[in-house]
């Protein structure tokens, strides 16, 4: 297949030709944010389509912060139970950075074990995921330590990659093979000199980051008297749970009025006393530092163990915004150390 | 150097046979800033640094440190300070299980070098009992309003209530906010009760604006402006404009100078029998 080209000045009208047959969705700029957020291009806020992670991660296409599961009304009949549809438009992200499609793969092991979680795998199964090449957000994160190719991202349909006045695009699966199928009236075949440039991108240099177990394992980890320590430092703000792009746990709820309402989920936080609140009164998880060793050990051992990966994509989303910028990178190295020193005691 | 002589004040204090640990700053990992730091053995005061990025409040985390034994040492700006006032007069803090060294300070920078927001029309508390001090603690002379400031008073209501729907509309519902304010200390929140569940989860504009309102009026008469919620807001609501709204009510209302400053018990905490509004007068 003929490499294709996309240029620059044609970006907008591409998300509005996509936008005829499907729901486009892109990072755009909205004024007070210092991070592009996802939104749905033409509604006024300019595309941002850049190596820049947006500040709520790509589940939140997936796997909204509130969403309705039903609704009820009591009636002269007996209850009345009326599901809420999941849209069956086509959807198309447009620049989603390898990161946040890496974590897509992650939440897929859970919300896809059977039995699937539907409204995710409808959406899933609808979005088309048009990856941007990134070059590089900051020297904060470390995807490339966790084996993500930010360059050539895996999981995604197709891809944009930035050179000379616009992109390069390829297809990757038969999904992005029929989206750029609908985007040829505004391609262009590629120049020799845009694929070499194409081939040629790099990506800045990034902290190389450990977030595997110590030789010995984390066998010892949980009782190290260094949670405690380490987790004065956290206000339990619980910002990390939300921006992070593989925190999946959400909270089920009824709102009433009347005699009907609605059952909605809403995103949870460990983070927060009530995550584990018994209605009994018990909780298993009293203490703050158990709660920051239960955040911690989930991403770094829990899911390992369980869904065969650590859940987390190096985008250091958890850092930057930490009241006290406290990353996973930085608590992994300090268990390791604490074990190693643990070890030599 | 100030910094110098507060490793020296915390290592000596960490000697002491009561001492629990001691709450300063410390550099970030990457050098971009500093961060609250606890540190518990004297070997290991010269992680504390102080400089004019020190922006989180160390008073914040006493509370939480939870323990009864013992003293907790604790660096204290003009705005930590304040806060720690305020905590020891609602008995949230014992005065007695906290050394509390005071660290002058005249204004901190934003990146770009400007003078920090919140440090505008900075006032100290009056008559503190500091145990040690790195120098005088006195009101540094700070213009009372920055450059840029938006001025929601002189704006009509419809602008002002644009305005915070355009703010409240970018909220992302994480709360950090409220868990970052020292004076969010109440062991049982309305924002966490489930049953009854008083405020909703859900992100609509109706109940973004319901949270932040409840929020600031809990605050009101009892912020002492370090504008923490506004440093932490992911989505950078400005939450500092919100609060001072609420401050300058309460200063016109009842003449309330500001919490913090004194040991006035603040307007909404507090009552009188010959109250003059009749809320007050129709109750029998």
């Known amino acids: 297949m003929t490499s294709m080209f996309l240029e620059r000045g044609l970006l907008e009208e591409a998300a509005v030709l996509l936008a005829r047959t499907a729901e486009v969705w892109a990072p755009v700029d909205e004024p007070g944010l210092d991070a592009p957020s ?62 946040d499609i890496r974590s897509l793969e992650l939440l897929d ?36 330590s966790l084996n993500i190719d930010p360059l050539r991202p895996s999981g995604a349909d197709g891809l944009l990659s930035p050179t000379g006045e616009g992109w390069l695009v390829e297809a990757l699966t038969g999904k992005g093979r029929d989206l750029f199928e609908r985007l040829e009236p505004l391609l262009r075949p590629a120049t020799a000199a845009e694929i070499e ?27 190290l008297a260094t949670w405690e320590e380490t987790a004065t430092r956290c206000i339990a703000c619980g910002i990390c749970t939300v921006l992070c792009p593989t925190c999946h746990c959400f909270d089920v709820q009824d709102e009433k009025r009347g005699s009907g309402g609605a059952r909605f989920r809403v995103w949870d936080t460990c983070m927060s006393q009530q995550f584990t609140q018994m209605a009994h009164g018990m909780n298993p998880r009293p203490l703050h530092f158990s709660r920051v060793r239960q955040r911690f ?5 829990y899911f390992a163990e369980r869904y065969g990966a650590i859940a987390c994509v190096g985008c250091g989303r958890c850092a930057r915004r930490c009241p006290n910028a406290t990353g996973i990178d930085e608590i992994a190295a300090r268990l390791r150390a604490d074990l190693e020193e643990d070890g030599n005691a | 150097m100030q910094q110098d002589r507060l490793r ?15 709450v300063g700053w410390e550099d970030l990992p990457d050098g971009s800033g500093t961060r609250v730091t606890v540190v518990s053995r004297p070997a290991r005061v010269s ?3 102080w400089n004019r990025s020190c922006f989180a409040n160390t008073v914040a985390l006493l509370p939480r440190l939870g323990g009864t034994k013992g003293v907790i040492g604790v660096a204290v700006k003009g705005c930590d300070a304040r806060a720690l006032r305020e905590l020891i007069r609602s ?35 009056a008559d ?84 932040h309102a409840v929020r600031a009026y809990h605050l009101a008469g009892r912020c002492i402006a370090c504008d923490e919620c506004a440093r932490v807001c992911p989505a950078g609501v400005r939450l500092d404009l919100l609060n001072r709204a609420l401050r300058d009510g309460i200063a016109a209302l009842f003449g309330y100078e500001g919490a913090g400053v004194s040991d006035i018990e603040p307007p909404l905490r507090d009552f009188c029998v010959d109250d003059p509004d009749p809320f007050a007068k129709g109750r029998t």
């Open chain 2, 128 to 211: 503190f009992e500091y145990d040690e001090v790195l120098g005088p603690m006195v009101t540094p002379d700070l213009p009372a309003h920055p450059p840029d400031d938006l001025d929601l008073g002189s704006m009509s209501r419809e602008e002002r209530r644009a305005f915070w729907n355009a703010e409240f509309d970018r909220c992302i519902r994480c709360e950090a906010c409220r868990r970052i304010c020292y004076a969010c200390f109440c062991p049982r929140c309305i924002f966490e009760s489930t049953d009854p569940r008083w405020v909703s989860r859900r992100d609509g504009r109706p109940e973004k604006l319901f949270f």
């Open chain 1, 197 to 223: 440039a194409a081939g040629a991108l790099a990506s800045i240099s990034r902290a190389a980051v450990s977030l595997d177990p110590p030789p010995g394992g984390w066998d010892r980890v949980w009782e």
């Open chain 2, 8 to 22: 020296e004040i915390a290592a000596g204090f960490l000697g002491r046979q009561d001492a629990r640990c001691f």
């Open chain 2, 47 to 49: 992680r504390l640094v």
């Open chain 1, 109 to 144: 092991r859970v919300l896809l074990a059977e039995p699937a979680d539907e409204r995710y795998r409808q959406r899933r199964e609808r979005t088309t995921l048009l990856a941007l090449a990134c070059t590089g957000e900051s020297p904060a994160c470390f995807c490339t």
């Open chain 2, 91 to 125: 008995g949230q803090v014992d005065r007695a299980a906290v050394h509390v060294v005071g660290v002058p300070c005249d204004g901190l920078r934003e990146r770009d070098g400007s003078l920090a927001r919140r440090c505008h029309g900075c006032r100290y508390p």
């Open chain 1, 297 to 301: 050990l989930h991403k770094l051992v």
């Open chain 1, 38 to 99: 996802f939104g749905r291009p033409g509604e006024g806020l300019p595309l941002a389509i850049g190596p820049r992670l947006p500040l709520l991660p790509l589940k939140t296409l997936f796997l909204p912060r509130v969403e309705e599961l039903f609704r009820f009304a009591g009636g002269a009949e007996g209850p009345v139970v009326v599901a809420a549809d999941v849209p069956e438009r086509e959807r198309v992200v447009l620049g989603a950075l390898a990161c």
